[in-house]
């Protein structure tokens, strides 16, 4: 929930721009993590096989998201200003306490 609150508060405001490809770069990047736990507790529940196949297949392609937007979205916006940095940043950090706490 409070990852749903902070995405969408993010996306509301031009403001908060650098935020949010920090925060949102960091969301693709824990994906293949995250969901590597989601399926081990899937699988522990006996929960349908169309959630392994969608779980399984965000883990392949959100590792090439990440990529894709680590290169050609936030590097970019450090080359032009590398004091993007800051605010890229606290994005990161918002979303690694955002699954923190949930
Ligand atoms: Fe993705």
Redesign the pocket.
């Known amino acids: 929930m409070i990852c749903g609150n902070i995405s969408v508060a993010l996306c509301l405001y031009r403001h908060n721009y650098y935020k949010s490809i920090g925060y949102f770069g960091v969301t ?1 990047y824990l ?1 293949p993590f995250r969901f590597n736990h989601i399926l081990k507790a899937w699988s522990r529940n006996n929960l349908s096989e169309q959630g392994v196949v969608y779980h399984k297949l ?1 883990m392949t ?2 590792v090439e ?1 990440a990529n894709n937007w680590f290169n050609h979205v936030i590097e970019p916006v450090v080359d032009r200003n590398p004091e993007n940095i800051i605010d890229i940043t606290k994005g990161v950090v918002y979303r690694l306490n955002s699954s923190k706490d949930t």
Do not use: F
Request: avoid cysteine; aromatic fraction near 0%.
């Open positions: 693709e994906a965000h392609i959100d998201h």
